[in-house]
């Protein structure tokens, strides 16, 4: 019981509020989401239905309790857990590099503080961003050094969707 506590617990302190230094324009919100083992979850169930109306991406829960995807960032696939509160779209620096952005320590100019301290940030563009068949042009995100588990699909993708429905454990993410 008291594990099962301390897992919740070490969930909701894995919330990280990142504000860029500088001109303060914007304030991602990173959260983590893993097993209690500290691994991402088994990938989530993806089901594609094209209508009329559009595309529509149907995601099941997980066990955690969070939803996830695999998705093409600029043609290449990154696992990221879908983070509503989060402001931004955040790549891990492994998903980075395997997306094509290269990194130097320099380059992360940023520094967004969360409950574990500062963390380096560096600002990038995605030329693409994919969940199914619902593709994104030029999408905001950012880079963290931090020990980020899993990559966020956050705001600057999920504000550009049509409708995003979480009904039970399914969410819905649709163009129309």
Request: proline fraction near 3%; glycine fraction near 12%.
């Given at each position: 019981m008291w594990r099962y506590a301390a897992l919740i617990i070490a969930v909701f302190v894995g919330v990280f509020l990142l504000t860029p230094s500088g001109d303060g324009a914007s304030t991602p919100m990173l959260a983590a989401g893993?097993?209690?083992?500290?691994?991402?979850?088994?990938?989530?169930?993806?089901?594609?239905?094209?209508?009329?109306?559009?595309?529509?991406?149907?995601?099941?829960?997980?066990?955690?309790?969070?939803?996830?995807?695999?998705?093409?960032?600029?043609?290449?696939?990154?696992?990221?857990?879908?983070?509503?509160?989060?402001?931004?779209?955040a790549l891990t620096t492994e998903d980075a590099a395997t997306v094509g952005i290269a990194l130097n320590d320099g380059d992360f100019t940023e520094v967004g503080r969360g409950v574990?301290?500062?963390?380096?940030?560096?600002?990038?563009?995605?030329?693409?961003?994919?969940?199914?068949?619902?593709?994104?042009?030029?999408?905001?995100?950012?880079?963290?050094?931090?020990?980020?588990?899993?990559?966020?699909?956050?705001?600057?993708w999920l504000s550009r969707v049509a409708n995003v429905t979480i009904h039970g454990d399914k969410m819905v993410l649709s163009q129309n």
């Open positions: 893993t097993t209690g083992d500290g691994a991402a979850s088994k990938p989530s169930k993806l089901e594609i239905d094209g209508s009329d109306n559009g595309e529509s991406v149907e995601l099941t829960r997980e066990s955690d309790g969070h939803f996830y995807v695999d998705a093409l960032v600029n043609g290449a696939p990154v696992r990221f857990l879908v983070d509503t509160g989060a402001s931004s779209v574990g301290g500062d963390v380096a940030l560096k600002s990038v563009k995605l030329a693409t961003l994919s969940v199914g068949d619902v593709e994104l042009s030029d999408v905001d995100a950012v880079v963290t050094q931090s020990e980020l588990p899993v990559s966020l699909l956050g705001q600057t």
